[in-house]
Every structure is written in structure tokens, then in C-alpha cells.
């Protein structure tokens, strides 16, 4: 356990900068203390005592901004930076070695039924404010750039930006970007998602401050 628990402060002290000291990390990153309590509240959730899983995840969520859903399966050393408004829902499978921004989103479209979310490789970042919705897959040491909405499936060593995400570069090289007159993007239909993206925040925001009156 103590090796663990190393071995992920020592995740943080190595990709933010600003850290510095693992005391610092420990009693004072809101990411890492919602990483701490999705852990416990995976153990009740695996042992079928879903509403104390439930109790702690709420709990860590009112204390840090974070919503993970103690279904969801994370691997080792996950670095959630900032980490404000941060969502990651319960099917979502995030492999070792991630990264995620303040404002990111693993969640689900409402048109599927049992895996909902996303399923991260390793070695993924994704950037502030993404996100990232459906049952697909985010290959290994893939990129999201910040703001993206990513609905399809990114190959590993890629990099998707953009409203809807597109794939720019694959291993450091870009992609061909030669027209294409048929499947050239709609920048109406890219605002509209936008704007789906905003309502639900707003919404979510709005129920949040009701059930607080």
C-alpha cells in the first residue's frame, strides 16, 4: 500500500512543476485526493456495499470539485491536475500513467447501455476542458488537445483537436490534410455540438445549485 501510495505522489512530483514536495502533493492537491478516495470507494463498490462507495465519492466530490464514480476502473498513477469540474463516469476504464486537466469529461452519450464511457490506453493525456463521450477507445500515449469533443475512436500516438476531435497527428507525424469535398466538416453542426456541451454544464450546474437550497 505504501508503495503505492509513492509510487503516485511521485506520478505528480514528476508532471507538475509546480510541486514541491510530496507533503505538498499529499494534504494539499485536490487531484490527488480524489484519486486517494475513488480508491476506497472502489474497494466497497467491488465488495457490493455500492452506497458507501457512493457516500465517499459524493463526499470527495464536495470537497474537491472531482466526480468519480467508484464503478470506474483506473490504473495506476493517475494525475488529475487542478483537476475543478473533472467527471469521470462509471464504465470508464483509464489505463496506467494518465493525465487529466481541469474541466474534462469521461462520460456518456445517453444512447448506449452498459459500457457508456470511454476506455483510456496508457500513457493518455487530455487537455483542459475536454471532452471525451461514448464506449470507444483512447489508444496509448494519444494527445487531446484542450477543448476537444472527442466522440470517435483516437489510434495510439495520436493527437485529436477540434469540435468535433479530429486526428492531426499519428506518431508525430501529420495527417493528411487534403481536401476532401465530401466529408469536409460542417462548422454549423461543429457549433451546435458546442453548444450541447455548454447546455449540459449548465443544466448540471443549475440542478446542483437547487438540490443545495
Keep these: 500500500m505504501f508503495s503505492k501510495l509513492k509510487a503516485e505522489l511521485d506520478a505528480v512530483m514528476e508532471r507538475d512543476p509546480a510541486a514541491r514536495s510530496r507533503a505538498e502533493v499529499y494534504f494539499l492537491y485536490a487531484g490527488f ?3 486517494r478516495a475513488y480508491r476506497r470507494a472502489n474497494w ?3 465488495h457490493d ?8 465519492s459524493q463526499r470527495a466530490r464536495r ?21 475543478m469540474g473533472v467527471v469521470i463516469g462509471e ?8 493525465t487529466l486537466y481541469q474541466g474534462v469529461t469521461l462520460g456518456g452519450t445517453g444512447k448506449d447501455h452498459g459500457k457508456r464511457h470511454p476506455t483510456l490506453g496508457d500513457n493518455v493525456l487530455i487537455g483542459a476542458g475536454a471532452k471525451v463521450l461514448g464506449p470507444f477507445r483512447v489508444g496509448d500515449n494519444a494527445r487531446v488537445a484542450a477543448g476537444a469533443v472527442v466522440l470517435n475512436e483516437v489510434p495510439d500516438d495520436a493527437t485529436a483537436v477540434g469540435v468535433p476531435a479530429r486526428v492531426v497527428r499519428i506518431g508525430g507525424q501529420r495527417v ?5 469535398q465530401i466529408h469536409v466538416g ?3 453542426a461543429q457549433e451546435m455540438c458546442r453548444l450541447r456541451v455548454e447546455m449540459m454544464h449548465l443544466r448540471a450546474a443549475i440542478e446542483k445549485k437547487s438540490t443545495e437550497e
Excluded at 456495499?49 to 465517499?56: L, N, V
Excluded at 470537497?63 to 483537476?83: K, M, Q, V, Y
Excluded at 493528411?176 to 476532401?180: E, I, K, Q, S, V
Design 33 to 35: 485526493k480524489a484519486v
Design 44 to 46: 466497497f463498490y467491488r
Design 49 to 56: 456495499m455500492k452506497f458507501i462507495a457512493r457516500m465517499i
Design 63 to 83: 470537497r474537491t470539485g472531482i466526480e468519480i464514480h467508484p464503478g470506474a476502473t483506473i490504473g495506476e498513477n493517475l494525475f488529475i491536475d487542478h483537476g
Design 91 to 98: 464504465t470508464t476504464v483509464i489505463g496506467d500513467n494518465c
Design 176 to 180: 493528411n490534410c487534403a481536401l476532401d
Design 186 to 188: 460542417d462548422p454549423i
